[in-house]
């Protein structure tokens, strides 16, 4: 039997993993921060830039559904401590070099490196909660890209403009390394709800028919899968215009100067934190109390998304430039919450044994919106009449494709129906069975 483990323990990985994530977005945010001087040093021009910046997700969808797999097999401590001294020595050659070559592959190295990461946070921390309970640390995880981007915001804008911009990627080099030593000294095994472990009495539910394989194709062509990426890659569609583009739409577009935007990206990345925690805790809330999964975490995510993609169109529409400012980016901020319920939409349908690879899948799809949306947004500004009007196009893309992922989404989730259907053998899936609860 398996003993439960330690509240207090399992917070602390929590935390750290937190940490990770926050020094992971800290990353992402640079580009975008010190994109006036670097694009200067680099002689790039919008589209230019608008490359360099996809180039961070050339590989990072493959190598999150490769690192997913080897989750299976390997101690995801370890493969995070790889993943973070990866993405430091990455960082290093910015703080000379001046070869574009360089910089791409500084940047898809870098981007190969942090591809598994939220993957494979998630897959981490889920070995330390009960099924029922991981909405809220996932969500904390999540709310990391927030404090990562925030902190990062002002911090690393004072730093490029009084030291340098190749001194901030030195300072974000460092800070992986230290977290490496931290991990290493207080974390020395893996949850025990991880694939050896037994599920707790009171706390895991089961299914009579439980399998202890399913074929991947199945989990991936599942409705929840399939809704659950769509509304992830509208969501990530629009971090990544918000990682790369908006400190320079703000300072270009509306005239803002540099700390100004700045502290306005604070502002924005402070929303999104706490729209992710609220949406986490209320997701969770309503799972404890007995609200079906499709509810619970399929339909939030819907409904979040939705919203978000209606106020990025009504900003793109109305004329007042405050008022679109503040509708544009509280539309991006919006879907943002829904990563962390995804997540833990796709594990729920999926065997333990295969959470790895699934997360890491799940993660890897979604986050192809980062090697579209940078390059076309750049372009939409480079071919525009005025740069604004190439903004707004770029906002108006991001609106349709949330609106179009809701609908999706709304119609294809159904975890509850899914994780039964999956977990039975195809030819008695046929309708979905109950649940049954060990006794407490």
Same mark, same amino acid.
């Given at each position: ?50 490359? &360099? ?7 990072? %969808? ?16 370890w493969?995070?401590l ?19 070559? @360089?910089? @791409? ?33 996932? %969500? ?6 927030s ?23 030195? @300072? ?16 020395r ?42 509304l ?13 583009? &908006? ?11 540099a ?5 306005? &990206?604070?502002?924005?990345?402070a ?7 609220g ?11 007995g ?10 995510? &819907? ?15 109305? %004329?007042?430039?405050?008022?679109s ?17 995804i ?11 295969q ?10 799809? %979604?986050?192809?919106?980062? @090697? ?7 372009r ?61």
């Open positions: 039997m398996t003993l439960l483990p330690s509240t207090r323990r399992a917070w602390l990985v929590t935390g750290l993993l937190f940490v990770f994530i926050v020094i992971n977005f800290a990353d992402k945010a640079l580009l975008g921060l010190a994109s006036k001087p670097l694009s200067a040093a680099f002689g790039l021009d919008a589209a230019g830039y608008g490359l &360099v910046a996809s180039s961070f997700f050339l590989l990072f %969808s493959v190598s999150g559904i490769a690192v997913g797999f080897l989750a299976n097999r390997f101690p995801t401590r493969l995070l790889a993943l973070v001294i990866v993405w430091s020595i990455s960082l290093a050659p910015m703080t000379w070099t001046t070869s574009i070559a @360089v910089l @791409v592959a500084s940047r898809v190295t870098l981007g190969a490196a942090e591809g598994p990461a939220y993957g494979l946070a998630n897959h981490s921390m889920f070995k330390w909660f009960p099924e029922n309970k991981r909405q809220l640390p996932s %969500s904390v995880l999540l709310m990391g890209s404090v990562g981007t925030l902190l990062a915001a002002p911090g690393l804008t004072w730093v490029i403009q009084n030291v340098g911009w190749r001194t901030a990627f030195g @300072v974000t080099s460092l800070l992986g390394v230290l977290w490496c030593i931290v991990w290493m000294t207080l974390v095994e893996e949850g025990p709800y991880g694939a050896s472990a037994e599920p707790s009495p009171s706390d895991e539910p089961v299914l009579t028919t439980a399998v202890q394989h399913v074929a991947y194709r199945r989990i991936f062509c599942s409705g929840t899968f399939i809704g659950s990426v769509l992830g890659f509208a969501a990530y569609f629009g971090v990544a215009i918000a990682v790369a583009w &908006v400190p320079q739409f703000l300072q270009d577009g509306h005239g803002l100067s700390t100004a935007a700045g502290n306005v &990206v604070a502002a924005f990345w929303v999104s934190g706490a729209l992710i925690l949406t986490g805790l209320l997701s969770q809330r309503l799972t404890l109390r609200v079906s999964t499709t509810w619970s975490r399929g339909m939030l995510s &819907v409904a979040m998304v939705l919203a978000g993609g209606i106020l990025t169109l009504l900003g793109a529409l109305v %004329s007042s430039p405050t008022l400012v503040v509708l544009l980016l509280a539309g991006i901020a919006a879907p943002g919450g829904v990563v962390a319920i997540v833990t939409l796709c594990e729920e349908i999926s065997p333990v044994q959470r790895g690879a699934v997360l890491g899948t799940t993660v890897a799809l %979604s986050t192809l919106a980062g @090697v579209i949306a940078p390059t076309l947004m750049g939409l500004v480079e071919s525009a009449s005025e740069e604004l009007a190439g903004y707004t196009t770029g906002f108006a893309v991001l609106a349709i494709i949330c609106v179009v992922a809701a609908v999706a989404g709304a119609a294809l989730i159904r975890p509850t129906r899914d994780a039964v259907l999956l977990r039975r053998p195809r030819e008695t899936a046929t309708a979905p069975d109950h649940y049954t609860q060990r006794p407490t």
